[in-house]
């Protein structure tokens, strides 16, 4: 899931595009956006190490990269005219396999798949993080013994209220409800709400009301439905819903990986890798009643990301394997995507609008 707001840069609006440098790319691409169309023109690239998730602090406006190497840091950058400017060097997280990051109450977070921890770092005023990491073990493992024989945090992230934080396991199939400390800023565990095992849950989005989340796992293409509530730091699964068809026997598997809920709370879009499509659903019927509605093509091969503009009329998807960040306008009635264009970044992992 890529940022939705949408920040001026001297009349120009931005994207920022992460890529596995270990695979061939380049770093952190800036990508001017254009206001009318959505077509992204690449200006610049920062150097940084694995950066296969990035977010934007709204407040401070600094860009921050998780580097999904063994070691496990963070990068962070303050946006430029030019670009982007690091703000020191890298700071290690304190578990291995950093995939996600969010920030929360003055505190960089961390989800630390390979190492099946949780990381939260103080901020200074300027943005840029300092160590040592607060690191909150995951314990567990699920039935699939070569994706789920240990914890693999995928994704931390604030609720809308920012007093909880949610943490998706994929190895253990849950996800936990955290209490930062508000002295130390160190997570521990409220409460853990146990999935159907072997799933493998990986990402989650809030609906724009904020009482429904919406979990979406990727060893099975589905997501699971889930009542929040706020004020206990609670998450209560509903129901499952399918995210793409099963297909016939022998048909290619499809890994889901990004979920996006639409601005206006109307349509949820996941990007499904295998089948390299974007399905939409239909919440006509509520926000506990996602329906699937149809799928188009993500414009290029294993799409890693998804993120929606502002106005939720646009969706921009990074395709790792094909390297690229495909565009896509939105159809404002049936919230279908229509391939609009498309911009070279190998490797592509991430994409935030800024």
Do not use: K
Not at 11 to 16: L, V
Not at 200 to 229: D, K, M, S
Not at 263 to 288: C, H, M, N, Y
């Amino acid at each position: 899931m890529g940022g939705a707001d949408s920040t001026d840069h001297g009349g120009e609006h931005r994207a920022y595009i992460g890529s596995f440098t270990s695979g061939g790319g380049r770093g952190v691409t800036t990508a001017a956006v254009d206001p009318v169309t959505g077509a992204l023109t690449t200006l610049s690239v920062a150097a940084a190490e694995d950066p296969s998730y990035l977010t934007l602090a709204r407040d401070t406006g600094v860009l921050y990269a998780v580097n999904e190497t063994e070691g496990g840091a963070v990068s962070a950058f303050r946006p430029t005219a030019d670009g982007l400017t690091p703000l020191g060097e890298a700071v290690r997280v304190g578990g291995s396999g950093p995939t996600h990051l969010s920030v929360s109450a003055g505190r960089l977070l961390t989800a630390n798949y390979t190492s099946g921890s949780v990381s939260s770092l103080p901020l200074a005023a300027d943005g840029s993080p300092a160590g040592p990491a607060h690191v909150l073990p995951h314990e567990g493992r699920g039935p699939d013994p070569d994706r789920q024989e240990r914890p693999h945090a995928h994704q931390v992230l604030p609720d809308p209220t920012g007093r909880w934080v949610l943490s998706v396991d994929l190895g253990t199939d849950s996800v936990r409800v955290c209490a930062p400390d508000p002295a130390t800023g160190a997570l521990r565990v409220h409460s853990e709400t146990e999935l159907r095992a072997g799933a493998g849950p990986r990402h989650l989005a809030f609906h724009p009301e904020g009482a429904v989340v919406y979990v979406l796992h990727e060893l099975e293409p589905q997501l699971t439905v889930c009542r929040w509530n706020g004020a206990s730091g609670q998450l209560e699964p509903v129901r499952e819903v399918p995210v793409a068809s099963t297909g016939a026997s022998g048909a290619v598997r499809a890994y889901p990986s990004a979920i996006v809920a639409s601005p206006d709370g109307r349509f949820v879009w996941v990007a499904v890798r295998g089948a390299d499509s974007i399905a939409t659903l239909s919440l006509v019927d509520g926000p506990e009643e996602p329906r699937l509605t149809g799928a188009v093509d993500c414009g290029g091969e294993w799409p890693r990301d998804l993120a929606a503009d502002a106005s939720g009329r646009r969706l921009y998807a990074a395709n790792e394997r094909s390297g690229d960040v495909t565009w896509f306008d939105v159809d404002p009635l049936t919230g279908r995507p229509r391939r609009a264009g498309s911009v070279a970044v190998p490797a592509a992992t991430c994409v935030v609008l800024g």
